[in-house]
């Protein structure tokens, strides 16, 4: 018999390859002549960053480093700190060659120790975590239609989040940031700390703009001064992304990353240095997707002849809810010595969990609050203290198979000195990301009506009574018996397929 089916193509992004490796970091180093000796490491920091990606064939390649920053003391009791580029390439194969796919890539700092093995020499080891996807954008083609009047149909409206494109962007900031004459100048640098914020996304035709702002730390020593001093600021900035095929309609998601940050002091007229050089470059990491509703047989059957069907589980990710909130963290910290003022406080997220509770999503997560306080005689002192935080979000997304992964980043962090050993910590967070919801459904990619093959009945012609003690669907019983379900409707006097209670129905057979 000819193929009558009709048929449309849905698009979702199939996983070609998804890993998460480990990148070890075994280094150590020597300071360079114009660094003091160590008398006391107070921090060791390490920041991963991916400088290139691509395939070759079956093969992955990326290529990153990890800035490793030293915060000590020397034997004056001077804050000293020192920066370490620890360079490294990783090489993963796939089980087969694939063409026209995106490769996203991701990293972090699992852990990281250091000790100092003489005053200038510095033993490092820890580990860096690669989080390697590979997908490409597919298509299936389903059964949406099919041109037979015998032909009984189950139509089902799927919600669906069909993906667009995906496309990663490089942002470049340069700017120039004065602390002013009435300033001491600057000597050098001790820490920098940079948190992009996606702050709005206007979607047009085939492009996104999005705008934002990076908010910027430098800890600095001054002349003069032996406490070191704070500079914070924001830098807004604002991108065009170009990205075939989306419209108004679609919704985009955009994960910022700091792809590289570089200040440095530099003298202006006069020869003191009063001025930083800000050079960064964003990864801005877009993915699209248009919401729409997508109409599907969910089973068929003819009234006349036997059918095939031939099915497909299809995964459908639509996008119920987007977050974009700041909290904020307020909690007091008891100090092991006593002090008279307070340097710096800086906060890193150190996990995240997220769970889904009726109509709420809940996140647990760490803090690390850094420290640096000073006493009477300005004795730099270092303090380290994990905060726990909750944070809930009421959504209006239904289903129980919910996916949330945020992103966090830390705007500002404050303190207020209680007494002489404790402080209240604060700190605001940004939390942002797209909530997820997960459907999969058995779909028809095939279906074959056999002409040659006729229903076979307990009955020929008439009637069957049907006792539906089960309290079974319209469309199970129709099917039961091969009966069309338009003609069970008439004959029984029901308004809709929707059968309340236990009851006796006439159905119609061949």
């Not at 792809?259 to 050089?277: D, H, I, Q, T, Y």
């Not at 006593?338 to 647990?364: G, M, P, T």
Request: proline share 4%; with cysteine.
């Amino acid at each position: 018999m000819e193929n009558k089916a009709l048929k449309t193509g849905v698009y979702y992004n199939e996983n070609i390859f998804s890993e998460i490796c480990e990148q070890p970091v075994d280094v150590d180093f020597t300071l360079p002549d114009y660094c003091p000796d160590i008398s006391k490491i107070f921090k060791c920091k390490a920041v991963t960053r991916i400088i290139s990606k691509g395939i070759n064939g079956k093969n992955i390649t990326v290529d990153g480093n990890v800035l490793i920053t030293l915060l000590y003391c020397d034997n004056a009791n001077n804050l000293c700190s020192y920066e370490y580029l620890y360079p490294f390439s990783k090489i993963k194969e796939m089980p087969d060659e694939c063409d026209s796919t995106n490769l996203a890539v991701s990293s972090k700092c699992e852990y990281i120790n250091c000790r100092a093995v003489t005053g200038r020499k510095v033993d490092i080891h820890g580990a860096v975590s690669l989080n390697i996807r590979v997908f490409k954008r597919c298509s299936n083609q389903i059964v949406s239609d099919y041109d037979d009047s015998n032909v009984e149909l189950k139509r089902m409206i799927a919600p669906a989040t069909v993906p667009i494109v995906y496309r990663e962007k490089y942002l470049a900031i340069e700017e120039e940031i004065s602390i002013g004459n009435t300033q001491p100048p600057v000597l050098s640098i001790l820490r920098t700390q940079a948190s992009p914020i996606i702050s709005e996304c206007k979607i047009m035709n085939d492009k996104t703009v999005a705008k934002g702002e990076m908010a910027l730390t430098v800890l600095y020593c001054a002349e003069g001064l032996k406490a070191p001093q704070v500079l914070k600021t924001n830098l807004p900035f604002s991108q065009i992304i170009e990205m075939p095929g989306i419209t108004e309609i679609c919704e985009c998601d955009i994960k910022p990353e700091i792809a590289s940050l570089e200040v440095k002091p530099f003298a202006v007229m006069g020869g003191e240095c009063r001025n930083f050089s800000v050079n960064a470059k964003l990864l801005l990491k877009c993915e699209s997707y248009c919401v729409n509703e997508i109409a599907v047989i969910e089973d068929a059957f003819s009234t006349k002849y036997e059918t095939e069907l031939t099915k497909k589980p299809l995964t459908f990710n639509r996008i119920c809810d987007t977050v974009n909130e700041n909290c904020h963290i307020k909690k007091n910290v008891e100090l092991s010595e006593n002090i008279a003022s307070v340097v710096d406080v800086w906060c890193e997220v150190q996990s995240k969990k997220v769970r889904f509770e009726k109509d709420k999503i809940c996140l647990n997560a760490t803090v690390l609050a850094s420290m640096l306080a000073c006493d009477g005689e300005d004795n730099v002192f270092f303090y380290e203290k994990a905060v726990d935080f909750e944070w809930s979000h009421t959504t209006s997304c239904s289903s129980e198979n919910l996916s949330f992964d945020p992103v966090i980043e830390i705007t500002s962090s404050g303190f207020t000195i209680l007494n002489a050993n404790c402080i209240e910590l604060r700190a605001e967070l940004t939390i942002s990301g797209a909530v997820y919801e997960k459907n999969e459904v058995m779909l028809i990619t095939d279906m074959q009506i056999f002409a040659d093959k006729p229903c076979k009945c307990n009955k020929k012609g008439g009637m069957v009574v049907c006792f539906n003690l089960n309290q079974e669907s319209l469309w199970n019983i129709a099917r039961k018996y091969n009966a069309s379900i338009q003609e069970i409707m008439a004959i029984n006097d029901l308004e809709n397929e929707n059968i309340s209670g236990k009851k006796m129905l006439l159905v119609p057979i061949n």
